[in-house]
């Protein structure tokens, strides 16, 4: 039998996530014929600026406004109905057809006791926040790995949902006791999610058959990814991290594609550093510099609205997350927003206790170790109206050419803006 190698492209955070990867997705999506959302869940929102509009899709991929190409929520996922339902209707009143969405009957579902357990845990935690979002997506990959999870599947037949609550939902309040919480009824959550049944059985169905035919007849595949490598389960600074594997070897499993149809695996970073949560972050700029930053940048979480932590490349990180993903090439995102600083540090190294790093640190090192600096000129230039690399300042040109050098992986598209067009290409191969 023939394999079909090399049409499927991943594109994959290689940070801690908000890179900027919905709106190089939906760039990507415009020639794809079918995109993937592959892992994690509505803990993460990807901003897509087009001629529509301004969106924010948390489990919709971001494909769906490519009318020509299939959208599918894929078996690595967990998906919250109720927010799932909320989403589709918020497309579905603007104009944005969802006919060529499909969800895997296999993808997990967030209960609403998960929801209920990740605000109890969080607040039992206290000074010590892991930095969840509260959405219920480690309880949820919790139950799944315990195999006692619900998935889409379980929506299409809400009697026989009923009947397993009622058997299994007393472990769950027993959990919820341990917060001296008095738990949840059978009928609260069929509430909830009888109606999202209803709505949602009509996009769920076996994905596996649908992408490998899709794969089988050369068909332009696009796996999206959510959040970024440094907040990967097995790989990120745990415990301060997703508890899916946002990985392209993650992404892969979570879509149902086999690694030897990967063809590019496209990184996005940004070309400073940014967070949202607790853990060490050793290029964070605290106080009047990093709230400037953050302010041009406009760094607010695409879903909880939180203030993220802001820093300067760090290239250590980036190198960790080429080696730990294979990224083939690379797309640096808000350029424009250095526009105006007579310097830009770059993070080359890190120092513990006084000596160089020679490999990435453990979640206990990381915290302690001390960033060693690059300052590179800045310039004073607007640089959103580039649409060529000579468009932009020599200084401009320096700086990613430096963090290509220092990275060692090829930058093939320059984001100079939010919207869809503000994006220079940089590699004739594109």
């Not at 079909?4 to 997705?25: L, P």
């Not at 959302?37 to 899709?57: E, M, S, W």
């Not at 020509?68 to 989403?87: D, F, M, R, S």
Request: aromatic residues 6%; negative net charge.
């Amino acid at each position: 039998m023939e394999i079909n190698r090399g049409k499927v492209t991943i594109v994959a955070g290689g940070q801690w996530g908000d890179e900027g990867k919905g709106r190089v997705v939906d760039l990507f999506a415009g020639n794809s014929d079918m995109v993937i959302r592959c892992q994690g869940g509505p803990n993460a929102g990807h901003t897509v600026i087009n001629d529509q509009g301004k969106f924010v899709l948390h489990t919709v991929p971001s494909g769906i406004f490519n009318p020509n190409a299939i959208c599918i929520i894929g078996a690595g996922t967990v998906i919250n109905p109720i927010e799932l339902v909320k989403e589709l209707t918020g497309l579905i009143d603007r104009g944005i057809d969802i006919t060529r969405l499909l969800i895997s009957e296999r993808a997990h579902l967030i209960m609403p006791y998960h929801r209920l357990m990740d605000k109890l845990d969080e607040e039992r935690l206290s000074g010590s926040k892991i930095g969840s979002t509260g959405h219920g997506i480690a309880w949820a990959y919790t139950d799944k790995a315990a195999r006692r999870g619900y998935r889409a599947y379980d929506l299409l037949d809400l009697d026989a949902l009923q009947q397993r609550l009622e058997r299994e939902l007393p472990w769950n309040n027993m959990q919820l006791s341990l917060y001296g919480h008095p738990g949840m009824t059978v009928d609260e959550i069929m509430s909830e999610l009888a109606p999202c049944a209803v709505f949602l059985r009509q996009y769920i169905g076996d994905t596996v058959a649908v992408i490998s035919k899709a794969i089988s007849e050369g068909r332009i595949v696009t796996l999206e990814g959510q959040l970024g490598v440094m907040r990967d389960l097995d790989f990120g600074v745990y415990p301060f991290v997703t508890s899916s594997d946002p990985t392209p070897a993650g992404m892969c499993a979570g879509a149902g594609v086999s690694p030897i149809h990967i063809g590019r695996i496209v990184g996005v970073v940004k070309a400073y550093t940014s967070a949202v949560g607790s853990g060490p972050f050793p290029t964070e700029l605290i106080g009047p510099e990093g709230d400037a930053l953050r302010k041009i940048g406009d760094e607010y979480g695409a879903t909880t609205g939180r203030p993220r932590r802001c820093g300067w490349f760090d290239v250590v990180a980036v190198k960790w997350a080429g080696q730990v993903a294979g990224f083939t090439e690379m797309v640096i995102t808000k350029i424009d927003i250095l526009d105006g600083r007579e310097e830009l540090p770059i993070c080359v190294g890190y120092t513990l206790n006084g000596k160089e790093v020679d490999s990435f640190p453990m979640t206990a090192e990381m915290g302690l170790v001390k960033p060693v600096y690059k300052i590179m000129s800045g310039w004073t230039e607007d640089t959103s109206g580039a649409r060529s690399m000579s468009d932009l300042p020599l200084n401009a040109i320096k700086y990613i050419n430096e963090i290509e050098r220092l990275i060692e992986i090829p930058i093939t598209q320059v984001s100079v803006g939010p919207e869809r067009d503000a994006i220079i290409v940089r590699s004739p191969n594109i």
